[in-house]
């Protein structure tokens, strides 16, 4: 069994930042949606005592994620069930692995089959996805960055999928990090408007809050550089052949600054091109794609005869 390499991460871990109530919550939303006043299918010709297993078979190459979430919708539904794990989060599987094993009552290992699935099916895909891009810049030093295109409700999972997957993580939203893109910039009046404002509503509400801004030709490179203010540099829909240029200009500008800036290639940015960017010179390459055009990994959970 391999597992991923994990990457430092600016986010927290799922069980750091999302408590057990808090996903518990979403659990209790999510059998109500599939189950309401009863599984009318298994009630019709389960008996309500019989025991069973069922079992979590791959049919997919990938890399596993939602082991540990499986755990808890499980113990959600029925904490008498037993839970055998065979594999754990960030392996590397194929088909016919079996990730782990599941007994208990068969009315409950039939209610939870599809709920469990579909969390573990789509943290594998952005898992796997995350993976793949990662592995393609591995020995740049450059590391691939998730965003905020998320599904509603699934946010922590896929980012905690991401991490998983050797990816890492920006922001996870609004509250934990200051990001002025071009929207901000206009509104504020422009590159020095916005980070100096940014900056004052830092200190007057005393948070200590990163700050990142995205630029979008050179002159908002140099117009931010001026003002020594943002941690990071977002170049948006640049040209790998900008990239270079702005890195240059950038890694100049440390020199006689005496810190480090760091710098981040968005906008666009495909499975394809993600390593004409990493190359540049760049930290951090971000890809919404990880977590809103993955594809899920299959898997199944069977019955165990006899």
């Not at 189950?35 to 009318?40: C, L, N, S």
């Not at 409950?108 to 599809?114: G, W, Y």
């Given at each position: ?6 990457f ?21 939303i ?8 009863g ?6 010709c ?28 499980i ?55 995350a ?11 450059c ?7 998320t599904?509603?409700?699934l946010?922590?999972l896929?980012?905690e999928?991401?991490?998983i997957?050797g ?18 910039v206009d509104?504020?009046g ?10 004052d ?12 801004i ?10 931010a ?8 540099i977002?170049?948006d829909?640049?040209?790998p ?25 968005s906008?666009?940015i ?7 960017y990493a190359v540049?010179g760049v930290?951090?390459v ?9 594809k ?8 165990v005869?006899?």
């Amino acid at each position: 069994m391999h597992i991923c390499k994990k990457f430092t991460t600016f986010a927290p871990k799922i069980t750091q930042t999302m408590d057990k109530q808090e996903l518990r919550k979403l659990i209790a939303i999510w059998f109500e949606e599939d189950i309401r006043d009863g599984d009318h299918t298994s009630l019709s010709c389960i008996p309500p005592t019989q025991m069973g297993c069922q079992q979590l078979i791959i049919k997919d190459t990938g890399v596993l994620a939602g082991v540990e979430v499986a755990k808890e919708i499980i113990n959600y539904f029925d904490s008498e069930c037993r839970f055998e794990q065979i594999l754990q989060d960030g392996a590397m599987v194929k088909p016919g692995d079996i990730a782990f094993r599941v007994y208990g009552k068969e009315l409950s290992l039939l209610q939870i089959e599809r709920t469990m699935l579909n969390i573990m099916q789509r943290m594998s895909g952005v898992a796997t996805t995350a993976h793949r891009y990662q592995s393609l810049i591995e020995d740049t030093g450059c590391h691939v960055l998730d965003t905020r295109k998320t599904t509603p409700g699934l946010r922590y999972l896929e980012k905690e999928a991401v991490a998983i997957g050797g990816g890492m993580n920006h922001r996870i939203g609004l509250f934990d990090m200051i990001l002025l893109k071009d929207n901000h910039v206009d509104f504020a009046g422009g590159i020095r408007a916005a980070l100096e404002r940014a900056r004052d509503y830092c200190k007057a509400k005393g948070k200590d809050l990163r700050i990142e801004i995205e630029v979008r030709n050179f002159d908002e490179i140099n117009e931010a550089l001026e003002t020594n203010i943002p941690d990071r540099i977002m170049l948006d829909n640049f040209t790998p052949a900008k990239t270079k240029e702005a890195v240059d200009i950038i890694r100049a500008w440390e020199k006689k600054a005496g810190r480090h800036m760091e710098i981040e290639s968005s906008g666009g940015i495909t499975i394809d091109t993600i390593r004409d960017y990493a190359v540049c010179g760049v930290d951090f390459v971000s890809v919404g794609a990880l977590t809103h055009s993955y594809k899920s990994l299959d898997m199944s959970f069977k019955a165990v005869k006899g």
